[in-house]
């Protein structure tokens, strides 16, 4: 019999720390999760899936529109933002039920309350001090807001996901996945949205040609990008709008701007504090990420992290395939790391976009010579709607062995259809693989089978 209480003691029931409980208490072992909050972390709760419904309820807007392109006369439809907020939130309900019962069917004990390092083999949670062989650390993110004289007014994604009502003009600031997504959504549900962005366009790391379609096809839906800004201040006017001082990236005063809310999309920061972690040892980089070796092992033998706390790669996915590496080495004998070469990630913004591999830039950075094949074109349902939405879609191959390092798009469907295209990649797929499928006709997707022209190289 173990001298310790718990085999396994997981701090943060998000998806990353549910996923390792559940696996290593399959495998026989003892676990409890603690969890302050409600079980389910940011991506169910107050992330990828209540923004995903959002994505989905506001896209109607378009679709409706549409319609009548097709022969569908108006129905006079209306949009009720409370009832899309209850009904989201009836979902998140029914999945935190599936959570609560995922883990007592596996037999983990779920504490509730806020978990601390009592050293490095203990955790106190509501009072009590539990023993554990093994400790993971799971603790997920959360926003971070610069500091900003009058940043009080701003609100972050978790405010955003239950509005009381819709603003009238939004400022989001920020261009990165959050940003750009919300951004879409609130456009489609006719808020006078600006992107306030440092950057020339949004979405710094992915490969260019994503960033500038979509800030072609954002503006075309009256997204208005103020992009190479800065929000200097924000002041409450007597009238109750929000006024926004900015300046160019370079510190010259530009306009101020009025807006009814300002939602502030300007990355997260690792929930690292408070939790006793400095004072048994374990190591945080600059940003209070736990720093963690290939195998999720902190700088304290015996205490792991993974997920967001770990500031990776920070997807759901991501943290699940974490765990199950870590676990597969504490309790399989199995120790893996984690490959992050080929994670696809996508961007639920309107349209979406999608991604697998290296971006045009970074292929050129590792292999030198790239075959870039790029494809821009109306799909078949706005050849009726005549809707100006265009689809991209970009290959880039090694010019030596034509291996394909990424695919890259931006279209409706492009997170369904690149999901698919990751198999390939993963599977090592040439573009001579690509040229040898069949497409399915009439689909967006068959252009990645019936690509020939190359870019021109650029010229330097
Ligand atoms: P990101 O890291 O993606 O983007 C942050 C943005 O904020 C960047 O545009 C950055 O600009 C800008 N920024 C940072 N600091 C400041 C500042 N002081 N002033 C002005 N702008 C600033 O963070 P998000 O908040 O969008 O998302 C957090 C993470 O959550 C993502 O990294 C992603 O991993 C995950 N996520 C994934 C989603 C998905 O898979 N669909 C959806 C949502 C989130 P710059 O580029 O110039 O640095």
Request: net charge neutral.
């Amino acid at each position: 019999m173990s001298a310790f209480d718990f085999d396994l003691f997981v701090i943060g029931a998000g998806s990353g720390g549910v996923r390792a409980s559940r696996l290593a208490a399959a495998s026989g072992a003892r676990v409890a999760i603690a969890e302050e909050g409600r079980v389910g972390g940011t991506c169910v709760l107050r992330g990828c899936v209540p923004k995903k419904l959002l994505v989905i309820g506001s896209h109607f807007a378009e679709d409706f529109i549409d319609a009548q392109a097709y022969g569908w006369t108006e129905a006079g439809a209306s949009f009720d933002w409370p009832s899309l907020i209850a009904a989201k939130n009836r979902e998140l309900d029914r999945l935190h039920g599936v959570y609560l019962r995922l883990l007592a069917d596996a037999g983990v004990t779920l504490l509730q309350g806020r978990a601390k390092l009592a050293g490095p083999q203990r955790v106190s949670v509501a009072g009590r001090v539990y023993s554990a062989e093994r400790i993971v650390v799971a603790t997920g993110g959360w926003p971070f807001l610069p500091d900003i004289p009058g940043i009080g007014h701003a609100f972050t994604s978790n405010e955003a996901l239950d509005l009381a009502t819709l603003p009238k003009r939004l400022a989001i600031v920020g261009g990165g996945y959050i940003a750009v997504e919300f951004a879409g959504l609130f456009a489609a549900l006719g808020v006078a949205v600006t992107l306030i962005l440092r950057g020339a366009t949004p979405l710094r790391g992915f490969d260019e040609d994503i960033r500038s379609t979509l800030a072609e096809e954002m503006a075309k839906k009256h997204i208005v990008i103020a992009n190479r800004t800065r929000v200097v201040s924000i002041a409450r006017r007597d009238d109750g709008q929000l006024r926004l001082q900015l300046t160019d990236v370079a510190g010259a005063p530009e306009n101020a701007l009025d807006v009814d809310a300002v939602l502030y999309a300007t990355g997260r920061r690792p929930n690292t504090r408070g939790l006793g972690l400095e004072e048994v040892g374990v190591g945080l980089d600059g940003d209070g990420a736990i720093v963690v070796d290939a195998f999720s092992q902190s700088t304290v033998p015996g205490i792991y992290a993974l997920g967001d706390v770990t500031n990776r790669m920070n997807l759901t996915p991501v943290a699940i395939a974490e765990a199950r590496c870590l676990i597969d080495g504490l309790f399989h004998g199995q120790p893996r790391a984690m490959d992050y070469r080929l994670v696809p990630s996508a961007v639920f913004s309107q349209p979406p976009a999608a991604t697998v591999g290296l971006s045009e830039a970074e292929a050129r950075e590792v292999w030198g010579q790239v075959d870039v094949y790029v494809s821009k074109f109306r799909s078949l349902r706005h050849t009726l709607t005549g809707r100006d939405e265009k689809v991209m879609m970009k290959l880039v191959v090694k010019r030596d062995d034509q291996r394909v390092l990424g695919c890259h798009m931006v279209g409706a469907d492009a997170p369904e259809i690149v999901q698919g295209l990751a198999v390939a990649l993963t599977a090592g797929a040439t573009k001579a693989d690509f040229d040898g499928t069949i497409g399915i006709h009439p689909t967006v997707a068959e252009e990645w089978v019936t690509l020939r022209d190359k870019r021109p190289e650029p010229s330097l």
